[in-house]
């Protein structure tokens, strides 16, 4: 007489909880991938540079990303997206190194700029480059924001406009947009570096926006749906591995 005795209990078991994780590893995933990117395209506008005015920070041609802001949430350093009808049609990209009741100057013994009276030691400039080929003088209207590009001796920035009537500035309210990274070419792919030559002015630098935790957040979502995805079908496979595997027979 023969007895077959066949434990497979714990295989289904674990097949099933393998199930189980897989399906909420994917679906945290999709929560994190589609929801990152659902929240950066209600907080973030792309843009493209066309010109080279802000190299080395930002390349022509390059693909940023741009956080929607209100005029009157900029700070010195930050660099913005605007576009003031005096300037052109195009929106436009340069970095703000006055605000209203400045006294902006360049260049001191060292050619740096100043602002009200102290030098600010632009790390972000070409290397070996003055802070501007040409000395100018100006003060920053209330209300208003003055502009220029990193790449100094080729930018068209305030400094072209200081004849006008409010001394090449451009008001608050034409910005619409502050820069935080920089999306393409993926060799320069990263977050533009905080403005700390400005942060013992006044008022300080712009915070850093949710756009690293924003991206964080996808590139986990991917994983977790990609992984979940994989260890599903893994899972029942060991299962019934094991099952069979438990099977026992007795003569």
Same mark, same amino acid.
């Given at each position: ?8 209990? @714990? %295989?289904?078991?674990?097949?099933? &909880?393998?199930?189980?994780? %897989? ?14 990117? /659902? ?14 005015? *802000?190299?080395? @920070?930002?390349?022509?041609?390059? #693909? ?11 700070? #010195? ?9 005096? +300037? ?23 050619? #740096?700029?100043? /602002? ?6 632009? %790390?972000? &400039? ?22 220029? !590009? ?8 305030? #400094?072209?406009? *200081?004849?006008?009537?409010?001394? !090449?500035? /451009? ?12 999306? +393409? ?5 990263? *977050?533009?570096?905080?403005? @700390?030559?400005?942060?013992? &002015? ?5 915070? $850093?926006? $949710? ?9 986990? !979502?991917?994983?977790?749906? &990609? =992984? ?10 060991? =299962? ?7 099977? /026992?027979? @007795?003569?």
């Amino acid at each position: 007489m023969s007895a077959a005795v066949r434990t497979g209990g @714990t %295989s289904d078991g674990h097949g099933r &909880l393998g199930s189980k994780l %897989s399906g909420l590893a994917v679906a945290v995933g999709c929560v994190l991938f589609l929801g990152g990117f /659902v929240f950066g395209a209600i907080l973030y506008q792309p843009y493209t540079v066309p010109t080279d005015s *802000m190299a080395p @920070t930002v390349d022509a041609g390059n #693909r940023v990303l741009a956080q929607r802001i209100d005029g009157g949430d900029v700070r #010195r350093g930050d660099v913005v997206v605007f576009k003031d009808e005096v +300037w052109g049609d195009l929106p436009m990209v340069k970095r703000v190194v006055g605000v209203g009741g400045d006294k902006v100057a360049c260049c001191d013994k060292q050619g #740096r700029l100043t /602002v009200n009276g102290k030098p600010v030691a632009e %790390s972000y &400039l070409p290397k070996g480059e003055p802070a501007s080929p040409s000395d100018f003088d100006t003060s920053v209207p209330k209300g208003n924001l003055f502009l220029l !590009g990193d790449h100094r001796s080729t930018s068209q920035d305030s #400094r072209v406009h *200081m004849a006008d009537g409010d001394h !090449g500035s /451009v008001p608050r309210g034409a910005v619409n947009a502050r820069v935080e990274g920089t999306a +393409w070419p993926l060799d320069g792919f990263g *977050m533009l570096a905080q403005a @700390t030559p400005f942060e013992d &002015l006044p008022g300080g630098i712009s915070e $850093p926006g $949710p756009l690293r935790s924003i991206f964080l957040a996808v590139v986990a !979502g991917a994983v977790l749906i &990609l =992984g979940g995805a994989a260890y599903g079908p893994l899972a029942r496979r060991s =299962g019934r591995s094991r099952k069979g595997r438990a099977g /026992v027979r @007795t003569a």
